[in-house]
């Protein structure tokens, strides 16, 4: 089964940082070397979006609303997965979802969810 806890979301001023941290519990190094991973995020009343993804590969992939403000990153050793937002905006207040997701031509597919963590961002 998997599992996936986020930590380090919180309140902060626009134009500050914060950085996001998944573990995936439990998983040997294998399994998450091999695994596709991401970060989605769902602001009130709006659908869940793919913020970025990290292929097993190293490919990686962001939406362009956050390109040039935040780096998605691994690290195998800790089984983590992490999201650094730099100069956020209003605009990225969400709830912000760790997922596994599958890489296909097309698509990232979530297959996992975390809990959520809540980031926001004040004027």
């Known amino acids: 089964q998997v599992q996936l806890v986020e930590s380090g979301g919180g309140l902060v001023q626009a134009g500050g940082s914060l950085r996001l941290s998944c573990k995936y519990a439990r998983a040997i190094l294998s399994v998450f070397t091999s695994s596709d991973m991401a970060w989605y995020r769902q602001a009130p009343g709006k659908q869940r979006d793919l913020v970025a993804a990290?292929?097993?590969?190293?490919?990686?992939n962001y939406a362009d609303s956050v390109k040039g403000r935040f780096v998605i990153s691994r690290d195998n050793n800790r089984r983590t997965v992490n999201l650094q937002m730099n100069n956020l905006k209003p605009d990225d207040t969400a709830v912000y979802y760790c997922?596994?997701?599958?890489?296909?031509?097309?698509?990232?597919?979530?297959?996992?969810w975390g809990q959520g963590v809540q980031v926001t961002v004040s004027s």
């Open positions: 997922a596994k997701v599958r890489r296909t031509p097309q698509s990232w597919t979530p297959r996992a």
């Open positions: 990290t292929a097993s590969g190293g490919a990686t």
